[in-house]
């Protein structure tokens, strides 16, 4: 760690790193879940009965399940006991659920003292929420909720509450399993990466909370391992406001200093003359987002106002479309790449959402591989080998062994399998402790080791054909037959 005039404080390697190394893990200072009603308040489970929930006979904590409240620490249930915390309805468990993490962040110098010395440190950029909406709100509710459990107010000002608020708002990272338990918590030592639209390393999340940082890209010694504090697939000036009103910051990257953002056109729309690029100019350092925009090809301008105007419009039409229906998302697509250019990040969302829909539904593995064809190149120029590219990477091959299961081979490219096998390998090292990894990634493993060892023994039960084929450009491990692996074998 150390302070560079660019950035202020931040992380930089002390030797040259590789794609994929762990850089670091962390277990989290503080934990809780974030959601909207009442859940457990050990693993995030949401329940819609107050019959469902087990509570602390000590503290009154309300949790899933014994095995859930025996977890929560003792330090905590001695400090919870002071208070005065209810058990009589969904809607105040909502309330507890959503303070928690705030309440557990007050309560560490009593139940954690070293968590305490490692988030203390961190910024809260009160200086810069001075009657926000966002203070008043806590202020309205979560510092008034807090007293009335008997938070008290000689020991805890509310200055220092609005100063946990602004630890958690600046520093804490979300995550979100495949069941839709969401979560937040503090990993103090991550939080010091400073952000990038271009990050060098993704983060993943561990089902025991631990959270790991991995290089993205190779990073040389000396230079800053960044992470990205917003939607790395947002358009630009979506990740500049999103930064500007919750981190209190203008980005100035590369990628945001970039009018084609790296080659992408990712915040592009087409033009109405030649149907080009359309890029908005930069104004460095500047907090207008009005800047003209125009086009690369014919020079023609257009206002901001229209291009934010052609947005809206597709905001109002997406309202509109069944988001669960992979045939309503391929129609507003189609129509929408009239508008926009092909990697405009709206058609990469709606892309992203239908590899989705259809791995749920198991249907058009060649849609899938089609859909990954084009959200890889981009994503990987933008996040190099993150998280989310491991992920769309596995959707691919597993719809690629699909394919061939279902004899549908010959619209798969020569040396699809070995390529499968190498690139599985690298997104599973990264992924298979996530709380995100899909659930039939084990099965997919097994699957391509069976795979291959079929395919092996077919090569050297047919080594001359195969070496011809390698020259041919054919399917080495295809039967002289024609026939299909399964039943030559």
């Keep these: 760690m150390r302070y560079s005039e660019e950035s202020g404080r931040g992380l930089f390697a002390t030797r040259n790193i590789k794609t994929g190394e762990i850089i670091m893990e962390e277990t989290p200072a503080v934990w809780g879940p974030k959601a909207k009603g009442a859940c457990c308040l050990e693993c995030g489970l949401e329940l819609h009965k107050l019959s469902s929930f087990h509570f602390c006979n000590l503290c009154h904590l309300h949790f899933c399940s014994e095995e859930c409240c025996s977890a929560h620490p003792r330090p905590e249930c001695v400090e919870m006991q002071k208070l005065h915390i209810k058990t009589d309805s969904l809607e105040y468990l909502g309330k507890l659920t959503l303070v928690i993490v705030v309440l557990r962040c007050l309560l560490l110098p009593e139940t954690a003292p070293q968590n305490w010395a490692r988030i203390r440190l961190l910024q809260d950029h009160l200086e810069n929420s001075k009657e926000t909406k966002l203070k008043k ?15 008290d107010k000689n020991q805890i000002s509310n200055k220092e509450i609005h100063r946990v608020c602004g630890i958690l708002d600046s520093n804490a990272f979300e995550s979100s399993t495949l069941d839709g338990v969401e979560s937040r918590a ?4 991550s939080a010091l990466a400073n952000s990038s639209c271009l990050p060098n390393l993704t983060h993943v999340t561990r089902k025991d909370k631990t959270m790991v940082m991995v290089a993205t890209r190779d990073i040389q010694e000396g230079q800053e391992l960044f992470i990205c504090y917003t939607g790395i697939r947002w358009g630009k000036i979506t990740r500049q406001k999103h930064l500007l009103l919750t981190k209190h910051f203008l980005c100035c990257c590369p990628r945001c200093l970039d009018p084609t953002e790296c080659g992408t056109f990712i915040s592009s729309i ?3 003359q030649c149907e080009g690029n359309m890029i908005q100019d930069v104004q460095i350092g500047s907090l207008e987002f009005d800047m003209p925009w125009h086009c690369q090809a014919c020079k023609l301008e257009m206002e901001h106002k229209k291009v934010v105007a052609v947005e809206a419009m597709i905001g109002q039409m997406l309202k509109l479309i069944n988001k669960n229906s992979t045939q309503h998302l391929e129609g507003a697509s189609r129509k929408l790449k009239q508008l926009l250019t092909s990697h405009h990040y709206i058609l990469l969302e709606m892309y992203m959402s239908l590899v989705t829909l259809y791995e749920k539904k198991k249907e058009r593995p060649e849609r899938i591989v089609e859909l990954c064809d084009i959200l890889l190149p981009v994503l990987q120029k933008l996040e190099g080998s993150s998280r989310a590219v491991a992920l769309l990477v596995i959707a691919r091959i597993c719809a690629q062994v699909s394919m061939y299961k279902d004899g549908k081979e010959e619209f798969l490219n020569s040396g699809w399998f070995e390529d499968s096998i190498l690139k599985f390998d690298e997104a599973y090292s990264l992924i298979k402790y996530d709380v995100q990894a899909p659930v039939t990634i084990n099965d997919l493993q097994l699957t391509l080791k069976i795979l291959k060892e079929e395919r092996d023994i077919n090569y050297k039960e047919y080594p001359k054909l195969a070496t011809t084929e390698e020259h041919s450009g054919m399917d080495v491990h ?3 037959n024609g026939e299909t692996m399964e039943r030559v074998m």
């Design 186 to 189: 503090l990993f103090p030592l």
């Design 270 to 272: 087409k033009c109405a």
């Design 478 to 480: 295809k039967p002289p």
């Design 137 to 151: 709100l806590n202020q309205k509710f979560l510092v008034n909720f807090l007293r009335d459990i008997g938070l």
